[in-house]
């Protein structure tokens, strides 16, 4: 079994700051559990587009709000806590959050923590002994 809290993540490798955002990775790859888990909060008045290629995410609002645009069909959906948008076809997509958002995100594949945004907004395949599979 595994327990933790944000307070054992804050500060830590798991803790990533942006200018955009910040997430809190509290379940990675290294537990051995098939998806990884997160909490987020990217910051009101920015914009942050993005493409997960190599993974499937699932998105979970619980506080504030935001509008998702599919950069592929052009549909835009106003999301509020209690609402989820789910990835599964790897869209291209772009956040801009009205208010801080605070969000609950599952990744599968499971990610390592030490992944950051490249150029198309995707995250590179790694495994945990760093090893990029792309």
């Known amino acids: 079994m595994i327990v933790r809290s944000l307070d054992d993540i804050n500060g830590t490798d798991a803790d990533v700051v942006t200018e955009n955002w910040r997430s809190r990775r509290i379940v990675l790859a290294r537990d051995g559990v098939g998806f990884s888990f997160h909490e987020t909060v990217l910051y009101a008045g920015t914009e942050t587009s993005m493409w997960y290629a190599n993974h499937i995410e699932l998105v979970h609002c619980i506080e504030g709000e935001a509008e998702v645009t599919n950069d592929e069909t052009g549909e835009t959906f106003l999301i ?23 969000v609950l995100c599952v990744f599968t594949p499971p990610v390592t923590g030490r992944e950051v945004h490249d150029e198309n907004g995707s995250y590179p395949l790694l495994t945990e002994d760093a090893t990029d599979t792309d």
Do not use: A, I, M, S
């Not at 509020?80 to 605070?102: A, I, M, Q, S």
């Open 80 to 102: 509020t806590p209690g609402t989820l948008y789910l990835l599964n076809g790897h869209e291209r997509h772009t956040v801009r959050p009205k208010t801080d958002f605070r």
